[in-house]
């Protein structure tokens, strides 16, 4: 399977200090966003908490997160983004994409629009 990437572009809540834009992969493996935490302390985003994340590779750590607007595809959101490492890829979490109607084709390996946004699962 191939990689997706997507434009995003966060900025913090009630921080005037601009946007950060990059390349994000997304990672449907991935709860949260992730971006580098220089990038994100440069744009006025400020740690409001800790979490346990566990890796791909089953390790677990702790990582600092802030609140930002999320911007991608014509859509808004707001979230968590996770304090990564100055030189990590940025990540974009299924919980961003779910929270605006947007999901992964795994044929395509493309981000599509799904005709509604489910307020409840069916059994």
Known sequence: MGFTHVNVALKGLG???????????????????????????????QPVGTVVYELADGTRHEYPFGLVEIRFMGEITAGRVVFGADDVEPLLGVTALESVGIAVDPATQTLKRLPAIPLKRIA
Do not use: H, S, W
Not at 15 to 22: D, I, M, S
Not at 25 to 39: E, R, S
């Open 15 to 45: 921080a005037p200090n601009g946007t950060y834009e990059g390349d994000f992969l997304v990672d449907t493996g991935a709860t949260d966003c992730m971006a580098p935490a220089a990038k994100l302390r440069q744009i006025g985003v």
